[in-house]
């Protein structure tokens, strides 16, 4: 027995000291991507992905000191017939190995994303590195490298930033939050059509486009003119893998009431009794169901969505804290969510994508119409009748009943 | 050479088959199921739950006839010296390939998710010799080595299944029961070969410290692996839908996509713990029972001394034995078959013929 | 063997043989069973080369009742009690009863007989008939007299010598609880553990072992909690030791553990007699050796040392919440170093990404792989601890700044370790001492693990606590299975493994040990409101008897 022991120690340390720890590689020789960006290549077929590696002495260093704003992030280029080849050819570049277990930020440049992300695509499901919650974004009307570019150069933590920036767009709810997991699935799916945020990238001194809230450009811009910025704004819409078009502001809002994955947001409507002021209302709820019906041998799709919300600011002196007021705004409020989601629908028609998954929605309630209508679903969702019911509340005024001014 | 020294409890016997029943399973059980059931995958599991349970009572009916004695003696007074050593090599050759795969399957997972680059001879290595360490320090470890980690692993998976819990859209079990009962039934298929694993106990039944009382442990482990095997299903259909059936090892998605608020992320390492816990005791189980059954098969005085050359045995055919992961996949559903009529077929032929040969006491008798 | 040959080497080198030795210890411990001659003189002359250059025994020849008889008495300086000496030679001399003319017929052996039933004011005395006897008892503190024309002597314990009092116990300290600790004197230890189980039922079963030492060993139990079966086995494993000397109890414990080479511990060990008193009540059986403070209990279990004898003097909640640290700690200790190697060399997504950009950060410029920085620091950790232990008081400053500015401190600044390595070593550091039982072998088991973990990542370390605890539960310790009552498992008795009950609900002792006297207490003990008007306040100032 203790020769066997000793026999077997033996022959473990001789393995370890001669083969080695194959998997066995310091944190220090991987490169940290934060953030990756995939475009097309000028050659033809060629893939161009830029990543963003974390500089992590840089940072580390940085906490120390104080005030050095320096960038934490390297970015580099590479060009490949593939994905994995091109990540591979980083090395030519950099020493270190990428890691990709810690991406948070899967950018498409959109050429790439109109000629479809297919082969792109499955690298990233096949390996084992990547994270299914690394969010995807659309470049619109730049490549994504730029983006990169402009990730790797933010203050604090390039790559966070961008995923913060994400994640508390649920305030606001004008983007989808689109993680690598939804966006297979979408992809995966033989109706549903996937939707993508779009980022752009806002040049110093440049003008937002019109959608925009007044005044979000921001001093930054004027102080420091090389400055670039990135803004979400609106929604790429796919069609199989393949873009197809955009969303403004109202219109992606639109989907997510009709999805109800709006958390929190902002809806301004005119004062009841007093039409040349403004109130907004800050959505606390959504619930939201699509129904598909049978009507005859038709099928119609049933759009319910019940908000919640609450008056939070007002112009104007007119008196909103009555009940008469509050059903009055409540129907102002559904008449704007009306109308977004009708705008959605329009696009979606237009750009013929099932973007609501109301194909799966009619799968699941009526599996047997589903076999005979998914195989036309092309010609079918155009044609799609789809009712809307909204139902706003208002239920809380804040905490004065009288707007201020003069009585 | 005899189970003296080797006493379980009924609890351990439950613990260790329903370690055996989840162990492997857990991670493709769900893509095989979902291949044939689509989103009804989890009532085929429940159906199997039932056969699980039928097959298990038919196992225990068989061993209890023949207390203190394993299926490769009883097998021979049943249907004769030779017919009986045929059937008996029969089941040790089974015991030995499920091994196998369980092994290989096992490295696969550890090359595809954890160590690409590491070789695969390492981990054969290294699992069969854990493997060997334990069970020359006989069942009875083996049980409570098992009694002692598989709360742990309890509480990984439902911690796991408990963090992923917000992400789960139920909406993607939808339509229930919408192809009918042929696909439901076509998921049964495959699943009913991991649900009859308890016929180990045909092996290490005599070692239980009360045999008459075996048919509680196994009820009550088989049930609890189904109600387990179909949580965890519902969970995986849930977040991954038809995907699932897409995936290797689909369970690993279940940790794989956590996030619990920036801080808990990406906890696919801890399958890797539960997988080398549960795992190891099935094949130390596999293993032991190989052993024990050849040695009696041979008619040897002592098992220990087979643990080396079958544990040579095991690195050596689950490394050379499949080319590639595709060949072990389709293997595992080719087995089917021949699986199925070891583990069932012929324990149900060995007590229709006792029961007409009058061999062997029937339980009832023997208690009264 | 290798002393013939030094021997031989010697005589070719140096043409001259040493001269051998002439062993008078060995003639002395072994003088054969020599009778005790009934000529005091030839006794005399026997014991003088029986105890050749052994200055400091006394023999001192003496006449009994003025002339009478005479005397000889034997014992070693300082190893009885002088005063007592003193007195028994003062009323052997001035015997007056062996000069009444009744007494003066009487034959030499009737008045050995009449001195020892009636002068001998000593409380144990022995009467031999050999000088092996004698030379036993004299170096056992025993005073022999020996009478002229008497083939026998009578032993007389007078044992009196310098010893510590009993004090604190260094090793395990407690803030609650009886602050008493053992000492070197095996009669004292045995007195601190009957007054705290009082009656015959406490058995002290003595035991001399060791050649040259032949120290006096007691088993004690406790009759009719103690399974007889573990007694017997503990009896047997002690009887069959053949040992030189036994200068501690650590001597035995390797005589009677189960598994030697194993890491864990399979005999428990404490200063404490109250955790003795405590474990007999469980049905242990505990071993005092004379001359250490140290005594043993088997069967040790693995959970024992997660149980401290504070945690059933304090506060229920408080004593199950300690109990709870001291499990995790136990895990971090074992672990952690493994682990975080581990997770940073091969699973660096599970990590927070922020804890990631700062480690690797750290990372940056380290000479060392980070297995080998965990290594050395552990090395350099257990190095420090060890120095600290062996280290004159005075000193000790010196070590402690040495440690922590240039080992802490400047590794870090020269870039040589990584911070967060040395907090994950301090960690482990610290953690080990929780539970003290088995800070030896996480001590030891802590780097297999480590390689473990650097080699195969979590998977090694899994694949290694896996083996742990195969081998930790193959265990046994005097037949009773060493993870009891995890496994096998006796869920009710883990009331008191992973909390501590209240006293109340602790009614049955651990079934694995003790097989036939379960009930420790009668259940329903818990202070209630009696009936009646005890709802309002109590008028006159007696309370109901259960309050109490």
Same mark, same amino acid.
């Given at each position: 027995?203790?020769?066997?022991?000793?026999?077997?120690?033996?022959?473990?340390?001789?393995?370890?000291?001669?083969?080695?720890?194959?998997?066995?590689?310091?944190?220090?020789?991987?490169?940290?991507?934060?953030?990756?960006?995939?475009?097309?290549a000028?050659?033809?077929?060629?893939?161009?992905?830029?990543?963003?590696?974390?500089?992590?002495?840089?940072?580390?260093s940085?906490?120390?000191?104080?005030?050095?704003?320096?960038?934490?992030?390297?970015?580099?280029?590479?060009?490949?017939?593939?994905?994995?080849?091109?990540?591979?050819?980083?090395?030519?570049?950099?020493?270190?190995?990428?890691?990709?277990?810690?991406n948070?930020?899967?950018?498409?440049?959109?050429?790439?994303? %109109?000629?479809?992300?297919?082969?792109?695509?499955?690298?990233?499901?096949?390996?084992?590195?990547?994270?299914?919650?690394?969010?995807?974004?659309?470049?619109?009307?730049?490549?994504?490298?730029?983006?990169?570019?402009?990730?790797?150069k933010?203050?604090?933590?390039?790559?966070?930033?961008?995923?913060?920036?994400?994640?508390?767009?649920?305030?606001?709810?004008?983007?989808?939050?689109?993680?690598?997991?939804?966006?297979?699935?979408?992809?995966?799916?033989?109706?549903?059509?996937?939707?993508?945020?779009r980022?752009?990238?806002? %040049?110093?001194?440049?003008?937002?486009?019109?959608?925009?809230?007044?005044?979000?450009?921001?001093?930054? /811009?004027?102080?420091?003119?090389?400055?670039?910025?990135?803004?979400?704004?609106?929604?790429?819409?796919?069609?199989?893998?393949?873009?197809?078009?955009?969303?403004?502001?109202?219109?992606?809002?639109?989907?997510?009431?009709?999805?109800?994955?709006?958390q929190?947001?902002?809806?301004?409507?005119?004062?009841?009794?007093?039409?040349?002021?403004?109130?907004?209302?800050?959505?606390?709820?959504?619930?939201?169901?699509?129904?598909?019906?049978?009507r005859?041998?038709?099928?119609?799709?049933?759009?319910?969505?019940?908000?919640?919300?609450?008056?939070?600011?007002?112009?104007?002196?007119?008196?909103?804290?009555?009940?008469?007021?509050?059903?009055?705004?409540?129907r102002?409020?559904?008449?704007?969510?009306?109308?977004?989601?009708?705008?959605?629908?329009?696009?979606?028609r237009?750009?013929?994508?099932?973007?609501?998954?109301?194909?799966?929605?009619?799968?699941?309630?009526?599996?047997?119409?589903?076999?005979?209508?998914?195989?036309?679903?092309?010609?079918?969702?155009?044609?799609?009748?789809?009712?809307?019911?909204?139902? $706003?509340?208002?239920?809380?005024?804040?905490?004065?009943?009288r707007?201020?001014?003069?009585? | 050479?005899?189970?003296?020294?080797?006493?379980?409890?009924?609890?351990?016997?439950?613990?260790?088959?329903?370690c055996?029943?989840?162990?492997?399973?857990?991670?493709?059980?769900?893509?095989?199921?979902?291949?044939?059931?689509?989103?009804?995958?989890?009532?085929?599991?429940?159906?199997?739950?039932?056969?699980?349970?039928l097959?298990?009572?038919?196992?225990?009916?068989?061993?209890?006839?023949?207390?203190?004695?394993?299926?490769?003696?009883?097998?021979?007074?049943?249907?004769g010296?030779?017919l /009986?050593?045929?059937?008996?090599?029969?089941?040790?050759?089974?015991m030995?390939?499920?091994?196998?795969?369980?092994?290989?399957?096992f490295?696969?997972?550890?090359?595809?998710?954890?160590?690409?680059?590491?070789?695969?001879?390492?981990?054969?290595?290294?699992?069969v010799?854990?493997?060997?360490?334990?069970?020359?320090?006989?069942?009875?470890?083996?049980?409570?080595?098992?009694?002692?980690?598989?709360?742990?692993?309890?509480?990984?998976?439902?911690?796991?299944?408990?963090?992923?819990?917000?992400?789960?859209?139920?909406?993607?079990?939808l339509?229930?029961?919408?192809?009918?009962?042929?696909?439901?039934?076509k998921?049964?298929?495959?699943?009913?070969?991991?649900?009859?694993?308890?016929?180990?106990?045909?092996?290490?039944?005599?070692?239980?410290?009360?045999?008459?009382?075996a048919?509680?442990?196994?009820?009550?482990?088989?049930?609890a692996?189904?109600? =387990?095997?179909?949580?965890?299903?519902?969970?995986?259909?849930?977040?991954?839908?038809?995907?699932?059936?897409?995936?290797?090892?689909?369970?690993?998605?279940?940790?794989?996509?956590?996030?619990?608020?920036?801080?808990?992320?990406?906890?696919?390492?801890?399958?890797?713990?539960?997988?080398?816990?549960?795992?190891?005791?099935?094949?130390g189980?596999?293993?032991?029972c190989t052993?024990?059954?050849?040695?009696?098969?041979?008619?040897l005085r002592?098992?220990?001394?087979?643990?080396?050359?079958?544990?040579v045995?095991?690195?050596?055919v689950?490394?050379?034995?499949?080319?590639?992961?595709?060949?072990?996949q389709?293997?595992?559903?080719?087995?089917?078959?021949?699986?199925?009529?070891?583990?069932?077929?012929?324990?149900?032929?060995?007590?229709?013929?006792?029961?007409?040969?009058?061999?062997?006491?029937?339980?009832?008798?023997?208690?009264? | 063997?290798?002393?013939?040959?030094?021997?031989?080497?010697?005589?070719?080198? =140096?043409?001259?043989?040493?001269?051998?030795?002439?062993?008078?210890?060995?003639k002395a411990?072994k003088?054969g069973?020599?009778?005790? $001659?009934?000529?005091?003189?030839?006794?005399?002359?026997?014991?003088?080369?029986?105890?050749?250059?052994?200055?400091?025994?006394?023999?001192?020849?003496?006449?009994?009742?003025?002339?009478?008889?005479?005397?000889?008495?034997?014992y070693?300086?300082?190893?009885?009690?002088?005063?007592?000496?003193?007195?028994?030679?003062?009323?052997?001399?001035?015997?007056s009863?062996?000069?009444?003319?009744?007494? $003066?017929?009487?034959?030499?052996?009737?008045?050995?007989?009449?001195?020892?039933?009636?002068?001998?004011?000593?409380?144990?005395?022995?009467?031999?008939?050999?000088?092996?006897?004698?030379?036993?008892?004299?170096?056992?503190?025993?005073?022999?007299?020996?009478?002229?024309?008497?083939?026998?002597?009578?032993?007389?314990?007078?044992?009196?010598?310098?010893? @510590?009092?009993?004090?604190?116990?260094?090793?395990?300290?407690?803030?609650?609880?009886?602050?008493?600790?053992?000492?070197?004197?095996?009669?004292?230890?045995?007195?601190?553990?009957?007054?705290?189980?009082?009656?015959?039922?406490?058995?002290?079963?003595k035991?001399?072992?060791?050649?040259?030492?032949?120290?006096?060993?007691?088993i004690?139990?406790?009759k009719?909690?103690?399974?007889?079966?573990?007694?017997?086995?503990?009896? @047997?494993?002690?009887?069959?030791?053949?040992?030189d000397?036994?200068?501690?109890?650590?001597?035995?414990?390797?005589?009677?553990?189960?598994?030697?080479?194993?890491?864990?511990?399979?005999?428990?060990?404490t200063?404490?007699?109250?955790v003795?008193?405590?474990?007999?009540?469980?049905?242990?059986?505990?071993?005092?050796?004379?001359?250490s403070?140290?005594?043993?209990?088997?069967?040790?279990?693995?959970?024992e040392?997660?149980?401290?004898?504070?945690?059933?003097?304090?506060?229920?909640?408080?004593?199950?919440?300690?109990?709870?640290?001291?499990?995790?700690?136990?895990?971090?200790?074992?672990?952690?170093p493994?682990?975080?190697?581990?997770?940073?060399?091969?699973?660096?997504?599970?990590?927070p990404?922020?804890l990631?950009?700062?480690?690797?950060?750290?990372?940056?410029?380290?000479?060392?792989?980070?297995?080998?920085?965990?290594?050395?620091?552990?090395?350099?950790?257990?190095?420090?601890?060890?120095?600290?232990?062996?280290?004159?008081?005075a000193?000790?400053?010196?070590?402690?700044?040495?440690?922590?500015?240039?080992?802490?401190?400047?590794?870090?600044? $020269?870039?040589?370790?990584?911070?967060?390595?040395?907090?994950?070593?301090?960690?482990?550091?610290?953690?080990?001492?929780?539970?003290?039982?088995?800070?030896?072998?996480i001590?030891?088991?802590?780097?297999?693990?480590?390689?473990?973990?650097?080699?195969?990542?979590?998977?090694?370390?899994?694949?290694?606590?896996?083996?742990?605890?195969?081998?930790?539960?193959?265990?046994?310790?005097?037949?009773?299975p060493?993870?009891?009552?995890?496994?096998?498992?006796?869920?009710?008795?883990?009331?008191?493994?992973?909390?501590?009950?209240?006293?109340?609900?602790?009614?049955? %002792?651990?079934?694995?040990?003790?097989?036939?006297?379960?009930?420790?207490?009668?259940?329903?003990?818990?202070?209630?409101?009696?009936?009646?008007?005890?709802?309002?306040?109590?008028?006159?100032?007696?309370?109901?008897?259960?309050?109490?």
């Amino acid at each position: 027995m203790k020769k066997q022991l000793s026999l077997l120690l033996c022959a473990a340390i001789i393995l370890i000291v001669t083969a080695g720890c194959w998997d066995y590689r310091e944190l220090e020789q991987r490169g940290l991507v934060c953030c990756l960006g995939l475009d097309r290549a000028a050659e033809p077929g060629k893939i161009k992905m830029t990543v963003s590696v974390i500089r992590p002495g840089e940072v580390s260093s940085d906490t120390g000191a104080g005030g050095v704003v320096r960038s934490k992030a390297a970015y580099y280029t590479a060009t490949g017939d593939t994905v994995f080849e091109t990540t591979r050819n980083f090395l030519m570049q950099s020493s270190r190995r990428l890691f990709w277990g810690h991406n948070r930020n899967l950018i498409i440049g959109e050429a790439m994303a %109109r000629e479809g992300v297919f082969n792109v695509i499955d690298r990233f499901v096949r390996g084992v590195e990547p994270r299914l919650r690394s969010w995807v974004f659309v470049a619109g009307g730049t490549e994504a490298k730029e983006i990169v570019e402009t990730v790797s150069k933010m203050e604090d933590g390039p790559g966070a930033e961008l995923d913060a920036l994400i994640k508390s767009s649920t305030s606001l709810s004008v983007v989808p939050q689109v993680d690598l997991k939804l966006f297979i699935e979408r992809l995966n799916s033989k109706t549903a059509a996937a939707v993508v945020p779009r980022l752009e990238l806002i %040049r110093a001194g440049e003008k937002t486009d019109a959608g925009d809230y007044p005044g979000t450009s921001g001093p930054a /811009g004027a102080a420091e003119p090389k400055r670039q910025r990135l803004k979400l704004s609106g929604t790429a819409v796919f069609k199989g893998d393949r873009l197809v078009g955009w969303l403004n502001k109202a219109e992606s809002r639109g989907l997510l009431w009709a999805l109800g994955k709006a958390q929190s947001s902002i809806v301004v409507v005119k004062c009841p009794g007093d039409e040349s002021s403004l109130a907004s209302l800050e959505l606390l709820e959504l619930i939201s169901k699509i129904k598909p019906e049978k009507r005859g041998n038709r099928i119609v799709i049933t759009v319910e969505v019940q908000t919640e919300s609450n008056l939070v600011e007002q112009q104007g002196t007119a008196d909103l804290a009555t009940p008469e007021a509050l059903r009055s705004l409540e129907r102002r409020h559904a008449t704007v969510v009306k109308n977004e989601i009708h705008a959605t629908v329009k696009k979606a028609r237009e750009y013929n994508a099932d973007i609501f998954g109301f194909g799966e929605a009619i799968e699941r309630k009526f599996p047997q119409e589903w076999k005979e209508l998914e195989s036309r679903w092309d010609e079918a969702f155009p044609e799609l009748e789809i009712e809307l019911k909204v139902k $706003s509340r208002i239920l809380r005024v804040g905490r004065i009943t009288r707007p201020v001014g003069p009585r | 050479m005899n189970f003296k020294d080797e006493q379980i409890s009924g609890r351990q016997l439950a613990l260790l088959l329903f370690c055996i029943l989840i162990s492997t399973t857990i991670l493709i059980l769900p893509a095989l199921v979902v291949r044939e059931a689509k989103q009804d995958a989890w009532m085929s599991i429940l159906v199997v739950t039932i056969l699980g349970i039928l097959s298990g009572l038919l196992q225990v009916r068989l061993g209890c006839r023949f207390p203190g004695k394993t299926i490769i003696e009883y097998s021979k007074e049943i249907t004769g010296r030779f017919l /009986g050593s045929l059937l008996g090599l029969s089941s040790i050759l089974l015991m030995f390939y499920i091994n196998v795969i369980v092994i290989r399957e096992f490295i696969e997972l550890l090359k595809t998710e954890y160590f690409p680059e590491t070789p695969m001879e390492v981990f054969a290595f290294t699992i069969v010799l854990a493997a060997a360490y334990i069970i020359r320090r006989g069942l009875e470890v083996l049980c409570r080595t098992n009694e002692i980690l598989l709360p742990f692993e309890i509480f990984f998976i439902l911690g796991g299944l408990l963090l992923i819990f917000k992400d789960l859209e139920f909406s993607r079990l939808l339509p229930v029961f919408a192809g009918g009962a042929i696909p439901v039934l076509k998921g049964v298929y495959p699943a009913t070969v991991f649900f009859a694993e308890t016929y180990l106990i045909l092996v290490i039944l005599p070692a239980l410290n009360n045999p008459r009382e075996a048919t509680r442990p196994v009820v009550a482990a088989v049930v609890a692996a189904g109600i =387990f095997h179909t949580v965890l299903s519902i969970a995986v259909l849930a977040l991954l839908g038809l995907e699932t059936a897409d995936r290797y090892f689909s369970v690993i998605d279940l940790f794989r996509y956590i996030s619990v608020a920036g801080i808990i992320e990406r906890q696919e390492a801890l399958v890797m713990a539960i997988w080398v816990g549960t795992g190891l005791v099935k094949i130390g189980l596999y293993y032991y029972c190989t052993c024990l059954a050849t040695a009696r098969w041979a008619g040897l005085r002592d098992w220990r001394p087979l643990v080396f050359p079958t544990g040579v045995l095991l690195v050596l055919v689950s490394i050379v034995h499949f080319p590639d992961i595709s060949v072990l996949q389709e293997t595992i559903i080719k087995i089917i078959p021949m699986a199925l009529s070891i583990q069932i077929g012929l324990p149900l032929l060995l007590l229709i013929i006792a029961a007409f040969r009058g061999k062997g006491g029937s339980a009832g008798e023997k208690a009264a | 063997m290798l002393s013939k040959f030094v021997r031989w080497l010697q005589r070719r080198l =140096f043409k001259q043989v040493p001269e051998e030795p002439f062993n008078l210890a060995e003639k002395a411990t072994k003088p054969g069973r020599l009778k005790i $001659s009934s000529n005091l003189n030839n006794n005399l002359a026997r014991l003088q080369e029986l105890y050749y250059r052994c200055d400091d025994t006394v023999m001192r020849r003496f006449e009994i009742g003025s002339g009478r008889l005479g005397g000889l008495i034997v014992y070693l300086e300082g190893f009885v009690d002088q005063d007592r000496v003193s007195e028994i030679m003062d009323g052997l001399m001035l015997l007056s009863r062996l000069t009444d003319p009744q007494c $003066s017929k009487m034959k030499a052996e009737q008045s050995f007989d009449l001195i020892v039933n009636q002068c001998l004011v000593a409380g144990e005395t022995n009467l031999v008939e050999n000088l092996q006897q004698v030379t036993q008892g004299v170096f056992r503190g025993e005073l022999a007299l020996f009478i002229n024309g008497v083939a026998r002597a009578v032993l007389i314990d007078l044992k009196g010598y310098e010893h @510590r009092n009993v004090s604190i116990p260094e090793t395990e300290v407690v803030i609650r609880g009886p602050r008493e600790g053992f000492i070197e004197e095996l009669v004292t230890n045995l007195i601190l553990l009957r007054r705290r189980i009082k009656g015959p039922q406490l058995k002290v079963e003595k035991i001399f072992l060791g050649e040259q030492s032949a120290t006096a060993v007691a088993i004690t139990y406790v009759k009719g909690i103690a399974d007889d079966k573990i007694v017997e086995e503990v009896r @047997r494993r002690l009887k069959r030791i053949k040992i030189d000397a036994v200068l501690d109890s650590g001597y035995l414990e390797e005589y009677i553990e189960d598994a030697p080479y194993s890491p864990f511990p399979t005999v428990g060990n404490t200063e404490k007699p109250d955790v003795v008193a405590a474990k007999l009540l469980e049905g242990r059986v505990g071993i005092l050796v004379d001359g250490s403070p140290f005594a043993l209990t088997v069967p040790h279990l693995l959970v024992e040392a997660f149980q401290v004898s504070e945690d059933y003097y304090s506060r229920p909640f408080y004593a199950s919440m300690t109990r709870l640290i001291r499990i995790v700690a136990f895990m971090i200790t074992l672990l952690l170093p493994a682990i975080y190697v581990a997770v940073q060399a091969y699973h660096p997504e599970m990590i927070p990404t922020i804890l990631v950009v700062r480690m690797a950060g750290a990372r940056e410029g380290i000479p060392f792989p980070a297995l080998l920085e965990a290594f050395l620091m552990l090395a350099i950790y257990e190095l420090l601890k060890e120095a600290g232990l062996r280290m004159p008081r005075a000193v000790g400053q010196a070590v402690a700044i040495v440690g922590t500015l240039v080992l802490g401190e400047a590794a870090i600044r $020269s870039g040589i370790v990584t911070p967060a390595m040395v907090i994950v070593v301090a960690l482990t550091g610290i953690t080990g001492f929780v539970i003290p039982p088995e800070s030896e072998s996480i001590a030891v088991l802590k780097f297999p693990l480590l390689f473990a973990g650097s080699f195969l990542g979590l998977f090694g370390v899994m694949l290694l606590v896996f083996v742990l605890v195969a081998h930790a539960v193959s265990l046994r310790s005097c037949g009773v299975p060493y993870t009891s009552p995890l496994a096998p498992a006796a869920y009710g008795e883990w009331k008191d493994v992973f909390i501590r009950a209240p006293w109340p609900l602790l009614q049955r %002792r651990p079934g694995v040990i003790d097989r036939q006297n379960l009930r420790r207490q009668p259940a329903e003990q818990t202070p209630q409101p009696s009936k009646g008007k005890s709802s309002r306040l109590p008028e006159k100032n007696e309370g109901s008897p259960d309050e109490f």
